[in-house]
């Protein structure tokens, strides 16, 4: 029986997000670093604020983008896999901070 | 961000038409910490001790001041400005040498621009460019052998202060915050310098800094430039000696802004149908498509240093004289006449130039940024101007700004705003005339579409 797990991104603290016209661009303060998202890497970031789920990110991409779910869940992690080795999101397992009970 | 939010927020998304599909595309790039202002700096041709500057200029057993010989105005203390603006020396009618000029920078790597022969750009059309007259009547002073200063100078023409001969004194003046005034022991030289700082605005009574340009007749290096008790440059050659100390006026004016102000490694110019933020890296082309603007009609707001307060999107005016490099000059024939110092002998190579002598009355005071150009010269690429997404115009922003160790976060918010405001593009060029018509045009059609 698999483990249930509650992975919650969370934005580093000294990133600073810039919106423009198309994609995004953040900017790493403490390492003096730039990384600039294409259009959907930068909506996606914005789902990424402490609070929601992995889970409930790829159910609202299936829902609103009409991507399939192995698509969108493929991208989320890509890009979770990318900007964690940036160090500029964290992803915490909620399921295994919480309190017991 | 609650569940009802995220889908409104990503329905929107989806009607601008995002789409998952692929992997997600991050690029990732290190921002450079500037310290540094100049393009290029001053490296070789002289020596940057930093100990004691009477020590450092020559004998230790010099007397720790001069005596009458120092800084007098003698016969070779003119050497660069009159083999400069010398009829007999002047070149840009002999094609032997121009050619000869265009081989070696060719050889050299940099920036020939529309290559081949010069006669051949005036034929063209660059003559708007290239020709004019440009001397001023500062400069023609210098023709006069030992000048007297253009301007009033405050204290006494000739007088000793810290044990040199100083000849010649100019009033304060700041760049930025940084407040200075200048002294030489050549009063020739003297009013040269003048006339390339002169633009800067003059403040009343007390600077922070004195800058000095000593020549110290037979004694080798026999010219030296101070900023304060700091030996910037002793060298052989004076025009090192005076380009060390523009680059140090620079310096001086980014370190007494930056953290206050966004400061862009940049330029700025504008016409009545708006203002063009020019970025680069060194080598871009900034000066010298800044230089062609300004003589095509463009006023000059500011090169080299492009400061904003945070959150504006007004470049504040630094009008610096301009440096051209080597290998543009022989785009600015006329600018032999009216040249302020050249660096022929150093890896600068640089021509500085006041502004009133690329196009009189060009100075201008800033005005919203309405267009973002970054520059590339590519001698084999066909001259192209074309739109370029807010996001790399800022990430171009933030590479080329002045931030200390780090950039800190209002300096990127500020960043953002600007890249916010204005549409950017990207300007490959091999050839200045037709880049210079690109974005005349596009500045033009920016200006009538932002017409109600």
């Given at each position: 029986m698999s483990e249930r797990r509650a992975l919650v991104p969370t934005p580093a603290g000294d990133v600073r997000l810039a919106r423009l016209d198309i994609g995004a661009v953040l900017y790493d303060e403490s390492r003096g670093r730039l990384h600039i998202l294409d259009e959907t890497a930068a909506v996606v970031w914005q789902l990424f604020d402490g609070k929601t789920t992995v889970d409930e990110i790829v159910s609202d991409l299936v829902d609103t983008l009409r991507a399939e779910e192995h698509w969108a869940r493929h991208y989320v992690d890509a890009l979770l896999g990318q900007l964690g080795d940036l160090e500029v999101v964290e992803v915490t397992d909620m399921a295994s901070v919480r309190p017991p009970g | 961000m609650d569940r009802q939010t995220r889908r409104q927020f990503l329905r929107r998304a989806a009607a601008a038409g995002v789409v998952i599909g692929g992997l997600p595309a991050v690029r990732t790039f290190d921002l450079p910490a500037y310290g540094w202002v100049g393009s290029p700096p001053i490296r070789s041709g002289g020596t940057t001790p930093t100990n004691d500057p009477v020590q450092a200029v020559g004998?230790?057993?010099?007397?720790?001041f001069a005596s009458e010989q120092d800084g007098g105005a003698g016969s070779s203390a003119l050497a660069v400005p009159t083999r400069a603006v010398s009829p007999a020396s002047?070149?840009?009618?002999d094609p032997r040498v121009l050619g000869a000029e265009l081989g070696r920078t060719g050889a050299q790597g940099s920036l020939p621009f529309t290559g081949g022969d010069p006669r051949r750009a005036v034929a063209l059309g660059i003559g708007g460019i290239v020709t004019g007259t440009a001397m001023t009547r500062g400069l023609q002073s210098h023709r006069r052998g030992p000048a007297v200063a253009s301007e009033p100078r405050l204290g006494h023409p000739v007088d000793r202060i810290d044990g040199v001969l100083w000849r010649y004194e100019t009033v304060a003046r700041a760049a930025f915050g940084f407040t200075y005034r200048f002294r030489a022991t050549d009063p020739a030289v003297g009013a040269l310098v003048e006339d390339l700082v002169r633009a800067f605005p003059r403040v009343p009574e007390h600077a922070h800094s004195w800058l000095s340009l000593r020549d110290r007749g037979s004694r080798e290096p026999r010219f030296a430039s101070y900023l304060d008790d700091d030996v910037l440059l002793a060298t052989s050659d004076q025009s090192l000696a005076i380009a060390a100390m523009l680059s140090a006026i620079d310096r001086a004016g980014v370190a007494s802004i930056v953290g206050d102000r966004l400061v862009l490694h940049a330029a700025a110019v504008t016409a009545p149908s708006g203002t063009v933020l020019l970025l680069g890296?060194?080598?871009?082309?900034k000066t010298t498509m800044t230089a062609a603007l300004v003589r095509s009609g463009f006023g000059y707001i500011a090169d080299e240093i492009v400061a904003f307060d945070h959150g504006e999107t007004t470049p504040q005016p630094y009008h610096k004289a301009i440096s051209l490099k080597g290998s543009s000059r022989w785009l600015f024939p006329d600018l032999r006449n009216a040249l302020g110092t050249a660096s022929d002998a150093g890896s600068g190579q640089l021509w500085h130039v006041p502004i009133d002598a690329i196009r009189s009355g060009a100075r201008s005071e800033g005005a919203p940024i309405t267009m973002i150009v970054e520059l590339r010269y590519d001698a084999a690429a066909v001259t192209t101007l074309e739109p370029m997404a807010g996001r790399d115009a800022l990430a171009s922003i933030v590479a080329n700004c002045f931030s200390g160790d780090r950039l800190d976060g209002e300096s990127f918010s500020s960043a953002s705003t600007l890249a916010g405001a204005a549409p950017a593009y990207r300007l490959v060029f091999s050839d200045l005339v037709p880049a210079c018509r690109l974005v005349h045009d596009a500045i033009a059609s920016a200006g009538r579409a932002g017409t109600p």
């Open positions: - | 004998d230790p057993s010099d007397p720790p002047d070149s840009s009618t890296p060194s080598g871009a082309g």
